[in-house]
């Protein structure tokens, strides 16, 4: 008889209770400003910013903030909190975002803690041992794609301060900003291998899988009906 991880569980207790803000991720990463979409995949998961905050008190704080989705990865048995920017994250008044960024962070784990606590009774010092990372997905700033600049983004918690909350509130952060590192996360954690990557023109980078033995060289950015497709491995 398999043991369900306490991961797993948390996840499925709050999808059980809250199964009217489960949706699909294409929904969830669409900017509804402008209703900009940014990443197709047919992928159901909970739409975080849906579930309030259960207070001891059995108050329900439904204007608190958090992440976009909570995905169970089992592969290595870990949450994954994923926030998606559309475009680089900015504040308002055009100042820098990293308190803002950062917050989603902070409150989603109080979130999970209050429900891990109050609804499921469990001790709040084992919900310290909860395997949790923290991902931004969004695109680079002002559309720098220069592959020296996307690839420090990829590689650095750096920016917006992230690498403040490793080891306190969640044991990892990452910062993806390329359609490919975009793919092999969600892909891995999802085990869906399909995939789009909206442009900010609107047009599409679709993901395709090819047989190694067939291909000798990169297909990557093959245009196909007006379409870019991008060759990803599962690796």
Excluded at 79 to 91: A, M
Excluded at 99 to 105: F, M, T
Excluded at 166 to 192: A, G, H
């Amino acid at each position: 008889m398999s043991i369900t991880s306490n991961e797993l569980n948390l996840l499925s207790e709050l999808e059980k209770k809250y199964i009217s803000a489960i949706s699909d991720i294409t929904d969830i990463s669409t900017n509804t400003t402008g209703n900009k979409k940014f990443i197709e995949m047919s992928f159901q998961s909970l739409h975080f910013d849906k579930v309030p905050a259960f207070y001891s008190d059995n108050y329900e704080n439904k204007e608190s903030s958090s992440v976009d989705t909570l995905i169970y990865s089992y592969q290595n048995d870990s949450l994954y909190l994923i926030e998606f920017k559309e475009g680089w994250p900015r504040h308002k008044d055009k100042t820098d975002s990293n308190s803002d960024i950062r917050l989603k962070c902070y409150d989603s784990i109080s979130k999970l803690c209050l429900f891990w606590v109050n609804i499921l009774g469990k001790p709040r010092k084992d919900f310290f041992d909860l395997k949790i990372n923290y991902c931004l997905i969004t695109r680079p700033k002002k559309g720098n794609t220069h592959q020296s600049a996307v690839d420090a983004l990829n590689s650095t918690r750096q920016a917006f301060q992230l690498k403040m909350l490793e080891n306190t509130f969640v044991d990892q952060t990452r910062i993806l900003v390329t359609p490919y590192k975009i793919y092999k996360l969600l892909s891995r954690i999802t085990s869906v291998n399909n995939m789009a990557y909206v442009k900010s023109d609107g047009s599409k980078l679709i993901s395709i899988k090819f047989p190694l033995n067939k291909y000798a060289f990169d297909p990557s950015f093959i245009k196909v009906s007006n379409k870019k497709l991008f060759y990803m491995l599962n690796n």
